[in-house]
């Protein structure tokens, strides 16, 4: 992220009332924070982001307000007065007095008494009914015409006018000077968009059910339980340079050794777990944003300047760039537009020449992939990060090569799907010299998008992700029925539900009894099945899921709960946003053991032991209890009594075993290894 | 709780491990695709049972035992090699180890110890063959014997993440829990790349998340800026502990420790550089005592212009402080406001866990653990107190047959009533219900073997419901955010305004009344109309749906 706010930023308003505004910082117009008023926004671009500005009174001459940085004592200095009246001594809030909005010139307040203690009134003189402001609305709407240094000389008159401010606790005397601030002072500032600050804007003021009510808390859950984060620098696969008559077979062949720390998303929530994701991996906010110096800077933005009200999100911008991502009707690459053009080149000379149709632009590595079940993905909030998938010549961005994206379709029957499915037009170079440039842009950009989509739905199906993060409406039992194969061997699971229901039946698929059942070997429709099919096992009512695909299965939730921290008046908010909690399961992908696995704990050996009570040394603790309470917990099978009883009874006697040895440990038993 | 992981001469043989393909890389960023040795292993035992080990390349015997270095656990015993070389998340089957012996020869090797004084620090393999009953002590010399599999049990074992490390670390102090430093990392904005002052390294859960949040890359070389944890600890003892973990796991390159009271020593590198921070982490017991060194200037004289700030100059700075007791925000917050820290924000996180399970309630169930016998619905209660009646009515008939020649006759009504009622019930009950239990047996065990699905396979029987784990944790810790701008001078400002100068601005943006928003969208649509790729994308999927539906 910068330093500084930058010309055309995407950047979050925070105003007094508490409110935000997301909008796109353009040089040269004017800002408007509607009742608070407006200034240009030349004057917060290339100022630093969290600073509080505060509008001026327009000077004589100009007819727009110029801001001012409000020092953090002038902020504070309602608490600092506080503080230093609960101290006692009026002393330490020295240069602070004058920054205090009070009704009284000189005083704190009327509620200070002569030693300077705050005198804090009961509820017992409740005001009267008639104790109320004096100011009309006109009054004020004519203080707030006038100049009136940011509002606070509003503020200060309402406190004054107001006939009972004498009488108000101290308590609520600062709730209605706070009221009264929120409404009138015109101060804002402006905060970077990232992933944080946007997500609480869109859970809080904006539509919540677009990103599934995801909260921070749970942002931070998946991508850690996910175990998400940068894995590598970027590596393509070398360019083959074929030739325009050269088809399918000329496609770059998939190197899996090559392919690491790649994640797979499902994502319905609009883009923001993607943006999350791609976050926590290092390729949200574009590399040489972070790393230059003033004077680059500076330059680069004079270049960009001109062009600047022609942004690339909406998409006019042509280029000769080899970055081509989705299909469009009727792009061509030739057509130039303008100044653009030169600009464009020089910067894509650094890139080298022009790479041939079937180049892969993907890296092999840090890469998320996106399954979704619409033809296009949905990632419409990726916008707000100058990311747009469906821009057919995208300004460079670190998405393009680590963002990849197929349908369900073209993951599980990519033979039907007709992109992946038809073969790259073949020409040869006469050929196409005699095409019109429209007809040959066309010509270029399927055989682009043949080998794109053939690396992508290979790479996918290839499988050896490292993990799997998803916040879908979708059932997840279907999820994982298909993903899980993709899978590598401890590779994390963690799925985001506004809701416990779904997730509470997906965990159920992995429960003990069934589990149990599973590898008892009593299960005829999985007899005989090798652990690769076993993997790919499409499910029945009795087994939705391979049981033994996942461990350490668990659901979770977690909720931060606000305060309000002030001296002498900490405690939690009184109101906090509702709705949906928010459930991430978790899980690792397992590798079943070959063959039969048996489960009897080490009961049986100490039991008809070899003259072994004699040692127990203290590193191999297992007594008689624990070792068949372990028993009773765990997968218990016993070959032997297979064809005789059924696993049902057998659990239930093994248990009672395990009860009568260890009845005090039968708790733990339950809530503990039971559930492993 | 403070223990030790099993390890031996680990960082001896670090050097050896350059073999495998990533070599530098902790297992905690990236694990490969198989164990390896001399490396970070997770063995999960149960769900929430989770024990870390070093896996050690078997050399001969180890520590007794015939297989190498051994782990025991309830679930059996599980010698190193078995787990050396396979995929991660792989299902370990028990190996039949013979601990017996070996618990003997240790006491007779310690009574040889005692005696002697002699070969304590010679190395196993050099130790001459005790007598033992068995093969163990027979080919102890050179060979290593190869594990049996056992069926006692099995574990799987997972890749290192700092999730599991959190939960299965030595204890060395209060630890920051996932739901905590994972909601913590996402506020100060940690990232690849960043750097993170982390104070109070304590048990190193935090600096594990930490340094896989800022991790982008091992510098290459001196100098290289990559993302970086400076991690301080004051516990001297802790501090060694900490170090070696780092290295074990291959994270020294990342997260940079040192051991420093931060209160007086404040946040700089040791030779006196600014590690240029801008996500702050203090985990102390008095953050305020720290955090006037965390300032743009020295705060006690701002024109001291050899004073060094350990943050970003260029940034604005993250800080979460993370205090147990409510006094220490307090003062922790004041002192924040008197520095000129924004955007306080005080939170503490809570977080559940869930259990899923079926609820079997019947009074036709077996009686397997876990299932309520008492009536499933209002149906079943009726249908049992209808047949208890009609037994009661039953006996009585007789009895009253039998009795009419006794002479109890007299006997009260409401007496035998009430006492056949209450019998009948009993037995009704006892009865009832071992009978279906019978009955429902059978049905199980024909789906189980058949598959038929005439009855319902017993993990689908009754309810899905979730509860809460038996102990929550009702409280971690106080969590304080702020946020440090960068610092602005006039001279900044002068020069901003000279290269974005206010012009004559036209256009309005944000908030604006209804009619410019209404020329706005009326503009747009205009221009939509010349070449808006949604409206070609919208138009095309509808020629889609067209044909497909043909």
Redesign the interface.
Known sequence: ?H??IR?NAWVA?KLPSGIT?V????????????KYG?F????V????????FELLDKNPDEN?SRLR?V???E??AE??AE?AAAEGCATSAAGAGDAVISATEGEEFSLVDDNGNVVARSNREILDENARQTLTQEEIEELKREGNNAGKDVIAKLLLSHTAIDQKTSFSLAKYKLLKTKKYIRRF?VLPI???TFAQWQLEERDASKIMDMR??M???V???G?V?????ESKLPDPKVSTTEGVEACVELEKERL??RWLVVDDTCGLLVAAMA????VLYPAEE?SADEAEE?AEEKTEDPQADSTAA???VQQNGDVEMRE??ETTETVPVGKKQPLKQSRKSKSGPRASDFAIPYSQTNTLTVLHSS??PNLSLLNYWNFDI???NHAPHPLLNHLLNLTWLQLLKPELDTSYSTPPPTATPEVLASWKPSRRGNFHRKRRRYARIRHIVDNTRAG?FAGLVCASTMDPISILKHTLPLL?????VALYSPS?ESL??L??CF?V??RT?WTSG????IEGLSNEELEYWQGN??FPLNP?LL???????????????L?GR?HPLMTERGGADG?VFTA??????EGR??????F??SAG????E????A????TTA??MQ?DG??EVLVKRKRSV?????E??MT??VA?VTSPTKK?KS????L?? | METEIPRSNVTDTMASTTTNQSPTVSPF???G?VTKVNSLAIL??????LVPVYLEAPKGKHDGYAEGAVV??????FPHSTMINV???????ASKVD??S???N??KRDAADDAGKEAKDTPEESNTPLPSNGDAGADAEVQVKKAVA?????I????P???VWTSSLPHRTQVVY??D???????I?A???STLIEAGAGSGSFSH?SA??V???YPAREGDKK?KVYSFEFHEQRYHKMKQELIDHRLDDIVHLTHRDVYNGGFLTDDGKSPEAESVFLDLPAPWEALPHLSRRNPKDPNDKTWVSPLNP???AYLCTFSPC?EQ??KT??AM??L???????????????????ERVGLNL?????VNNSARDVDEALARLTEIESRFREHAAKSRGEGESDDDEEMDDDDAIAATKTKGGKKGNKKGSTENGNST??D??EG????S?SGT????EGR???RG??EIKTHTS???FA????E?TEQD?A???A?????G????????DKAARKKERREQLQ?ATL?N??A??KE??AQ?AVTEAA
């Open positions: 992220m330093s500084v010309p308003l505004k909008i796109q910082i353009t040089p040269n117009t004017t800002i408007s924070l509607g407006s240009p926004a030349n004057l671009i290339g100022r630093p982001f969290h600073l509080t727009f940085v020092p953090s004592d902020l504070y608490v600092f503080e500032q990232d992933v944080a921070a808390e942002i931070g859950l991508g850690c339980w175990n984060h940068y894995s590598g620098e690491k720390g976050e926590r991996m290092g972070e500076q909406d998409g006019s469009t009707t033809s296009q469906t821009s057919p050896g590598s061997g401890g590779a994390p416990v509470a039946a965990a159920d429960s009894p069934r059942a009593n299960v005829p429709e009512e009795r033994t461990q350490g299965v668990s659901i979770q939730t977690s909720r931060a709960r606000k305060w309000q921290v001296p900490t459930y690792w992908r397992a590798r079943p053991a696995i048996e489960a009897r704990g080490k049986k050996r032991k070899k003259g072994g004699s040692a127990t040394p590193g191999e603790t297992p624990e070792g372990h917990a765990e009883s059924s696993l049902a009874t659990l239930a248990e009672k009860e708790r339950e809530d503990g290894n559930e492993a | 960023l990236d694990p695709p999960q035992l149960s769900r929430d049972n025991n656990t309830r679930y059996g015993s995929p991660w998340g792989s299902q370990i089957r601990t017996g070996r618990g003997r240790k006491r056992d069926s006692s049990g099995f799987h074992v997972l890749p993440t700092p999730e996932t739901p430093y994972s909601y913590v990392l996402h506020r904005r990232r690849p790349g998340a896989r949040a991790y982008n890359g993302g260029k940034k604005s409510i925000v307090t917050v004041s406001r008197r000129g820290w924004m955007d306080i924000d005080m939170v503490e996180i809570a977080n559940r866990k869930y259990h899923t399970s079926r077996c009686f397997d653990r876990g047996i059978p199980n065990e189980n073997v058949s598959g699905g396979a017993p993990w689908m899905l419901i979730t784990e038996p106080y969590l304080v946020i440090l701008p960068r602005w400002e020069a901003a305004a290269r974005y100068p206010v012009v601005e036209q256009k309005v943006i944000g908030v604006v221009k070449g790729r949604k070609r994308r095309r999927d889609m």
